[in-house]
């Protein structure tokens, strides 16, 4: 069974600091990661998905198989980054189309 | 707004009462999932449909929750007898089957059993 696991609930840090959002997940295939995020009062949204390889509002991620991790980066936060993000796997459309997320992390960016 | 759209946003009702929640999906949007979020953790798959044809359910989905996309359009998510352990917030997504697999969420419905 495929599990996605975010180890920090909550994460702060100052404006200007780097932030690495933690996601390791396991699945004995080949899966797509994707980092949703919430902003308050918000709907849930797609921020990025490691097939595009794309920087989006400053944010990274890199899909790191040996360490089955898909950590999400970003230099410098600004305190519009505070919200809460989400990792998600999906296993592939022969395995079924769901995504199963990881518990989610609340990352307020302090001024 | 042309995102997917979910009614009603709250509803709070008497357990074991009988509640019907309802998704619009981005139109042309051939897939439609549903969610189900509590507090603190990631939303949970319950089910998802391709056009009409329900394919997958997941072992969340008990006997007393039933959902419906009759038309391929628009889906409805019926919870019978409801218990306090269903309050939760119900997510509907979308997503086209050519579409980089990436789903669109709408902004839920909140179900509070008293």
């Known amino acids: 069974a495929q599990r996605v696991t975010q180890p920090e609930k909550l994460l702060s840090v100052f404006k200007g600091a780097p932030v690495e959002l933690k996601c390791n997940y396991s699945?004995?295939?080949?899966?797509?990661l994707f980092w949703y995020v919430q902003y308050s009062r918000q709907r849930l949204q797609l921020l990025l998905r490691?097939?595009s390889r794309e920087s989006i509002k400053g944010f990274t991620a890199d899909l790191n198989k040996g360490e089955t991790s898909f950590h999400l980066k970003k230099p410098f936060a600004q305190e519009e980054d505070s919200a809460m993000y989400y990792c998600?796997?999906?296993?592939?459309?022969?395995?079924?189309?769901?995504?199963?997320f990881g518990e989610g992390t609340q990352l307020t960016v302090n001024p | 707004d042309t995102g997917v759209s979910q009614n009603p946003r709250h509803k709070i009702t008497k357990r074991g009462q009988n509640v019907t929640f309802r998704c619009d999906p981005i139109?042309?949007?051939?897939?439609l999932y549903w969610y189900r979020q509590t507090l603190g953790q990631g939303p949970e798959f319950l089910t998802y449909?391709?056009?009409?044809?329900?394919?997958?359910k997941s072992r969340l989905l008990s006997d007393r929750f039933s959902a419906e996309r009759p038309k391929g359009s628009f889906s409805t998510l019926e919870i019978q007898r409801t218990e306090q352990g269903d309050s939760a917030m119900y997510l509907c997504?979308?997503?086209?089957?050519?579409?980089?697999?990436?789903?669109?969420f709408g902004a839920g419905t909140r179900l509070s059993v008293l």
């Open positions: 998600a796997l999906f296993r592939g459309e022969t395995s079924g189309s769901r995504l199963t």
């Open positions: 139109s042309e949007h051939n897939r």
């Open positions: 490691h097939i």
């Open positions: 997504a979308s997503s086209l089957v050519s579409g980089r697999n990436i789903q669109y």
């Open positions: 449909f391709q056009n009409e044809a329900q394919l997958e």
């Open positions: 699945y004995s295939g080949s899966p797509e």
